[in-house]
């Protein structure tokens, strides 16, 4: 008995091969995460990585 292991072999690429484009920090200084394409929040020219740390910087 053998196990198939060809469509593994010849799967599609591991998503986790591929690098995230980081576009920034989160401009609140207390967080400094940082930011990709796919996640952020922005308010004029500065860019957040959620809507939490906009309003944490604002108020
Ligand atoms: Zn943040």
Do not use: T, W
Request: include cysteine; hydrophobic fraction near 30%.
């Amino acid at each position: 008995m053998s196990i198939d292991l060809d469509r593994f072999a010849e799967g599609l690429p591991d998503p986790q091969e591929l690098e995230p484009i980081s576009i920034g920090e989160c401009e609140n200084n207390s967080c400094g995460k940082e930011l990709y394409s796919d996640e952020y929040v922005y308010r004029g020219s500065e860019l957040y990585c959620s809507f939490k740390c906009m309003v944490a910087a604002h108020y």
